[in-house]
């Protein structure tokens, strides 16, 4: 059994910084992509950033560029979101997920992608 369990949310005032943090189990093959959604109240989930296997290519949402930053450690089969200047708007719930197999990406900001989900943690940033 494949589980994604994300950690690291919180309220924090605009301007903060947290960290997030997706570690996974049940899924011995690091060669796949993994990514950041998130979804805020009454709004679709969207794709936040993404990154390939080995964590040398990433993508990012417009409205986060320059202020998130993925990583991945699949040495400790854990994938992190550096989230920094945080908005109001950032406030969603935010999931991990993992593409589950090799197969060519074409969009690595889609949900459909990607087959194994986390059940996702709250960030909430105040004004």
């Known amino acids: 059994q494949v589980l994604l369990v994300e950690s690291g949310g919180g309220s924090v005032q605009a301007g903060g910084s947290l960290r997030l943090s997706c570690t996974t189990s049940g899924y011995t093959d690091s060669i796949t992509y993994m990514a950041w959604f998130r979804q805020a109240p009454g709004k679709e989930r969207e794709g936040v950033a993404a990154t390939n296997a080995r964590g040398s290519w990433t993508v990012y949402a417009d409205s986060v560029k320059g202020r998130f930053t993925i990583s991945r450690d699949n040495a400790k089969n854990t994938m992190y979101l550096e989230m920094n200047n945080l908005k109001p708007v950032d406030t969603a719930i935010y999931y991990c997920?993992?593409?589950?197999?090799?197969?060519?990406?074409?969009?690595?900001?889609?949900?459909?992608?990607?087959?194994?989900w986390g059940q996702g943690t709250q960030v909430t940033v105040s004004s």
């Open positions: 997920a993992i593409k589950g197999d090799r197969s060519l990406v074409y969009d690595a900001l889609k949900q459909s992608e990607y087959r194994y």
